[in-house]
């Protein structure tokens, strides 16, 4: 699978202090669903969020993809 895009992860962030808060996106590829890629990739860019002031993340997964949606409970 060299070369293959594995999946995307962005945010953006809401940076008026009164609203200060963060949006996560996030697709793993179906070849690498499964293997804990989006978990790992949602740790990190959470991580680098809450350092950068964000306490409140909002991430809006299509409620029919229960995957996602386990992948965020965690």
């Known amino acids: 699978m060299d070369g ?20 996560v996106d996030l697709f793993v590829a179906t070849a690498h669903q499964g293997r804990g ?16 002031g964000h306490h409140r993340i909002t991430i809006d997964p299509a409620a029919a993809n229960v995957a996602a949606i386990h992948c965020y409970e965690k």
């Open 37 to 52: 890629v989006g978990t790992i990739a949602l740790r990190e860019i959470l991580r680098r969020l809450h350092a950068r």
């Open 4 to 23: 293959l895009v594995a999946g995307l992860i962005q945010y953006a962030e809401e940076l008026e202090p009164k609203y200060r808060s963060g949006a």
